[in-house]
Each structure stands twice: as C-alpha cells, then as structure tokens.
C-alpha cells in the first residue's frame, strides 16, 4: 500500500491550513465549571495548593489545563491519524534523565495522560505552550509566534527524516545528550545542554538522601514540608502502601523485582507534585537495603487520561498499566522500577524510582535564542515518538515538505493562547470570588 498517498488522501478530510483555526464551542462550560469537575476526588488539603500554583501565570494555569485544551480540540476536525499521544504535551514535560545504562538522554517525561489519539493534538498542545513560555518570558509577539513555527516545522522535517529509517533503527534510536551536545551546530543549543549534563552529574541518591530528610533517633526520616510534603498519622496509609507494593512487584521483570526485594520501607510522606496532578494520590517512599544505601520510589495515583472522554477508553482497564505501557511505548529507554498497582480501595496507581537523575529544563529563564533551540529539540523529540507508534509514512504524507502546516500551527498557537489568557482572568476572577475552594 501507498502511504504516502493515503497520508496525502487525508488533505481532502481535513485540509493543512485547517489547523490555523480555532473556535470556542457555544456550549463549553465556565472555566470555573471545568476546574471544579477536575479537582473531583483530589486530597482537600491540597487543592488550594494546586489553584495557588496555577494562578502564578497563564504559563502555569495551562499546565494544569489539558483537560480543558482536550475539551477544546476535540470540537475542531481531526486528521484520526493516531498516535500513541502524551496527552499532556507541552515544554515542561520534556528533560533529560538517565538510561538503565546511565547513559544522559532527552526525552518526554511525564505521561499522566497518555492514550492513542491524533497526532496533531499533542502537536497543537506543545506549540501553544511555547508562544505562552515566550510570553511568560517577555520576548517580543512575532518571536513567540516563531517559537511554535519552529516546533512545528522540526516536527514534520524529522518526521519526514525518520519515514525513511528502517523500523528497528527507529526504536533503537536515542537522543543521547552528550552526542546531541557535540553535533549541535548552535552555541545555544550546545550550552543548554551541557548545563543538563552538569545538572544530573551533581543528581546522586546519596544527595537526595541528606536533601529531604532528616535524623531522628538515628534513623532516617522524610522531612516535613507542609503542605507539599507531610506525614499523615491519621490513616492507615502504611497498610495501603504494603498492599500497593506486593501489586506492584508482580508487574516487574523478575530481575528487577528481585533487585527491589533487596531494600524495605524506612518512611513514607504525601508529596504535591507538578501542577495539574497536585491533589491527586502521590507518596515518596524512602527505601533501605541491608547496607544502609537509599532509595527514592515515588507512588503516583493513575486516573482516566482527559482524552478518554473524546477519543475513547484506553485498552487497559487499570489506569496505572495504561501510563506504564503508553511510556514504554514513547521512551527509548524506561525506569527500571516503572510499574503499576492498585490500592485496597480500588484505586489505580504507577510507581517509578524519583529523581534519578532526572532533570527539567530551567525553561522560565531562557532568552529567545535557547527557547528556539529547546523548540527544535520538542519538535524533534515528538516527530520520533509519533514516527514510532503510528504510521510515519500516513504522517509524512499528509504533512508534505512545503511549510503549510508550520504556518498552520503557529497561527493555532498564537489563539489557543489568547484563549488561554483569557481563561486565566476568568479562573482568577472566580477565584477572588470565592467560586473556587
């Protein structure tokens, strides 16, 4: 079959420059409506900490936002050409860490949301994130503009690049951060990176240990840091952790399961995380082998993906199982401790080794230059992730080689991000009024 063409038919469907456009639906709900309905279920005592750090700045309250973007892309045509989506797709979910072989590499890193879904929407999602971070930044309109022109067009040229590589290599492939570094023509590029390198060669176990915890009685214990780390004396949270651990132990590759048996619970803290998952389930647990050497698991409880609503239900019934494998899929190379559990109530997790050595781009503090080289590095990040989990060639088709859809796309951002101006000075408003608890 021809993919090329059949990528090529889809044009007739939905044409490039259709993806410049964006319209409100008349029906949405209010902003205040769509946050309520997101912090259903999440820890009381931490959703005024999440609402605190979204209304930092439109920046920040789109990070806590797919859902509503999921909402918004889901009325406007979609190409169905699918792909294994993050689908929570924007500038921060991507850094470096280290490779079970410690080898540095940049990759996505966060897959709270991922599920099969059409390409384009996680590509929409990023370029927006851009023009908001050039913003956040006070670059100058048309450079914030350029920002998501840049995304988009390294996405489709590498696309286009990796259409031609053998399957194999294509999975093989990594971006391994010291060679990036050394191939990089741009000064920019070459610095932002060697300061990643730098940043995880200081990351070791040992320094997190003394970090976030103190001694009490000769013993090592998680320090308090209320209300984004703390203790609950209140629950029967150790009894929960047992049962999740014992889950969890059976989704791991036997070596690895054998490698976790060597260390047992010393300590245990709730922990806030991120933006959009504060509120949800998230406990650090601290680890120790019979040498006394450290380990950091962190227990991140799993809900439905915000695309499922618009898309479908994922393939697997257990949350958690659908973050693993989505991650497995879109990484060239997983944590070792990456596997899933449930809770004695039924609630669905995942669990991955914390901070092992893995690192985020100070991204709030990059001039125009390294925000355009960090674009190229997304757009080129994103092209090998959707190359790998749907068709390339379908992709490279429909995309073609003239910059149609670069235009497209940065003209998209440019409104999804006044939309979501305008959408922080409603979440804001409601928020002085008492709307949101």
């Known amino acids: 079959m021809d993919y090329l063409a059949q990528g090529k038919s889809i044009r007739q469907q939905v044409g490039r420059k259709e993806h410049a456009e964006f319209k409100l639906n008349k029906t949405r709900p209010s902003v205040a409506d769509m946050i309520k309905a997101s912090d259903h279920d999440r820890l009381p005592k931490l959703i005024p900490v999440r609402h605190e750090r979204m209304s930092i700045s439109p920046f920040s309250f789109y990070r806590g936002t797919a859902g509503i973007m999921a909402y918004d892309l889901s009325t406007l045509p979609r190409t169905n050409i699918m792909v294994q989506a993050m689908g929570d797709c924007h500038l921060m979910n991507f850094g470096g860490f280290a490779t079970p072989e410690r080898t540095l590499v940049f990759d996505a890193n966060d897959f709270d949301e991922t599920l099969p879904a059409s390409w384009e929407w996680d590509l929409k ?11 956040h930044n006070k670059l100058k309109e048309r450079d914030a503009r350029e920002l998501a022109f840049i995304v988009s067009q390294s996405y489709r040229n590498h696309l286009i690049e990796f259409e031609k ?48 915890t103190k001694n009490v009685s000769g013993n090592f214990e998680i320090a308090d840091q209320p209300p984004l780390i703390y203790h609950d004396r209140t629950t029967n949270d150790k009894d929960i952790l047992i049962h999740l651990l014992n889950y969890y132990m059976e989704t791991l590759q036997g070596d690895r399961r054998w490698l976790l048996e060597q260390y047992h619970i010393v300590d ?10 504060v509120g949800t389930r998230c406990y650090v647990l601290l680890m120790m082998n019979d040498r006394e050497e450290p380990l950091f698991i962190q227990v991140k409880e799993a809900k439905e993906s915000v695309l499922e609503p618009y898309t479908g239900k994922s393939r697997f019934a257990h949350s958690g199982q659908r973050v693993v494998e989505g991650q497995r899929l879109v990484q060239t190379a997983s944590d070792i401790f990456l596997g899933w559990s449930t809770g004695p ?8 080794q914390l901070r092992d050595k893995k690192i985020s781009p100070d991204v709030e503090h990059f001039d125009n230059e390294v925000l355009k080289a960090y674009a190229k590095l997304c757009g080129r990040m994103l092209a090998r992730a959707h190359a790998k989990t749907g068709n390339p060639s379908v992709l490279a088709g429909y995309m073609g080689r003239s910059e149609i859809l670069d235009d497209a ?14 959408d922080y000075e409603d979440f804001t408003k409601a928020m002085k009024k008492g709307l949101l608890s």
């Open 345 to 352: 109530a039924g609630r669905h997790f995942y669990l991955r």
């Open 165 to 212: 590589l053998n399957t194999l290599d294509l999975w093989y492939m990594k971006f391994d951060l010291q060679t990036l570094r050394e191939k990089s023509k741009s000064t920019e590029t070459r610095q932002m990176l060697q300061n990643e390198i730098l940043q995880a060669q200081k990351q070791n176990v040992e320094k997190i240990l003394y970090k976030t």
């Open 409 to 422: 796309i940065s003209r998209f951002a440019v409104a999804y991000a006044d939309q979501t101006e305008k």
């Open 268 to 277: 245990f803290a709730v922990k806030a995380v991120g933006v959009g998952s």
């Open 125 to 135: 999602r990023l370029a927006t994130s851009f023009v908001l971070a050039g913003r």
